[in-house]
Each structure stands twice: as structure tokens, then as C-alpha cells.
């Protein structure tokens, strides 16, 4: 029986040029949803698809008028 993996093509570090990406096994229960690629030329891992943390509003100093 003849199974399919996704992949992607992505730019890879370590291989330095555009290789083919594919998805292991999510062990944290992601499904198709999980953002784990690994390269499948080297082995190098990423994360793909996650978004950054909200920026955080800083406070201004006020300043007093005497």
C-alpha cells in the first residue's frame, strides 16, 4: 500500500537553497495542523506557522510641570 506525506519547499539553513520539507509524526496531538517540518536532505527542524506574540505597549514616563 502506497502512502503520501506532505510537503512543502522551503529554504533550508544548513543546506543553504530551496529543498523539499516534510511533516514528521505530532506527538502533541497537532494533526494535520502541526507546525514541525523537517528537511529531508539534512534533517534540519523548524517551526512553521506560528504566529509572534502581541506587542507589549510599553508606559511612557510622564513628566510633571512644577
Do not use: K, N, Y
Not at 503520501?4 to 533550508?12: D, E, K, L, P
Not at 502541526?34 to 510622564?62: D, K, N, Q, R, Y
Request: hydrophobic share 40%.
Amino acid at each position: 500500500m502506497l502512502t503520501a506525506s506532505v510537503t512543502i519547499v522551503r529554504f533550508c539553513t544548513t543546506c543553504r537553497g530551496d529543498v523539499p520539507f516534510e511533516q514528521p509524526g505530532c506527538l502533541d496531538s497537532h494533526g494535520s495542523e502541526c507546525p514541525e517540518w523537517v528537511c529531508v536532505e539534512c534533517g534540519e527542524a523548524v517551526i512553521v506557522g506560528f504566529s509572534s506574540p502581541e506587542a507589549i505597549a510599553l508606559a511612557h514616563p510622564t513628566r510633571h510641570v512644577a
